[in-house]
């Protein structure tokens, strides 16, 4: 059972990017949580090496697939400004809901805490500039899967571990890395996940939200779509995978907006 959902699961991908022999061994870990089996591989790249992780719901498998019209996609903006943002998330707290909201900009990483129906800043921690400037505007918000619990932001030369408590704090180092393509939801109307990704196209124009069975060919029609008013930077989850969050850029009023997206049955 999971050695089949793990091949459906990674099978599609070209995960080792072209390299010269010999060629490495493939490193592959399974963590067990309450709901989920937690595949994390470790691919050799060219630039070094890559972590790719993938979650399938215990007790179903992604193979089970996906229908056109079986899922609704549906957004909700909870954050709006005129500076530049990266990525978001919100965390989750212990009883389901939305709890804190991290803002990744170019320099800094921001707290803020739901109060009386909005966010109120807890903490703001500045991120060291990198030794060598780098034009690439990405980075990711990455939390941890494993018994570690360590908590990451990654931005272009670099990547800082995160400890989230009242305060942020942050550790620091120069590293090479890779970005993720898209993430993961989970269905509410079973016990499967769907990955949500961006059809990245133009920068210039709308974006796209598709979500997609992660055991099917590319090729294969999406099971929910979701337009967007300008193009998507970052699609991240929190712990829980009940709600993801966009960052986009909207092109008419200017703005980085946030977005929560969830899932819903369409019947």
Not at 55 to 67: K, N, V
Not at 119 to 131: M, N, T, V
Request: hydrophobic share 35%.
């Amino acid at each position: 059972m999971l050695k089949e959902s793990f091949t459906d699961e990674f099978g599609g991908e070209n995960l080792v990017e072209k390299q010269e022999p010999p060629a490495h061994t493939l490193q592959v870990s399974i963590e067990e949580t309450p709901a989920f089996y937690v595949f994390v591989a470790n691919v050799p790249t060219a630039a070094g090496e890559a972590t790719r992780i993938s979650r399938i719901a215990r007790g179903a498998s992604p193979s089970e697939g996906i229908s056109v019209g079986q899922y609704r996609l549906s957004k909700q903006l909870i954050w709006q400004q005129q500076e530049l943002i990266l990525d978001a998330v919100e965390t989750g707290d212990e009883t389901g809901g939305p709890g804190p909201l991290l803002i990744l900009s170019r320099d800094s990483l921001s707290l803020y805490r739901r109060h009386n129906d909005s966010w109120e800043l807890r903490d703001s921690a500045r991120i060291p500039k990198p030794e060598k400037t780098l034009r690439v505007l990405r980075g990711e918000i990455r939390f941890s899967l494993g018994n570690e619990k360590q908590d990451s932001i990654v931005l272009p030369g670099r990547s800082c571990d995160v400890a989230i408590a009242e305060k942020i704090d942050l550790n620091c180092r120069a590293v090479s890395q890779s970005w993720r393509e898209g993430t993961f939801l989970a269905s509410p109307c079973g016990r499967s996940l769907s990955w949500l990704r961006a059809e990245q196209g133009d920068w210039s124009l709308p974006d796209r939200l598709s979500l997609r069975n992660p055991s099917l060919p590319k090729s294969a029609p999406s099971g929910a779509e979701l337009d967007l008013p300008g193009p998507v930077l970052s699609v991240s989850t929190g712990r829980r995978m009940q709600s993801d969050t966009a960052v986009v850029f909207n092109l008419s009023t200017g703005n980085y907006e946030v977005y929560r997206i969830t899932l819903a049955c369409a019947n």
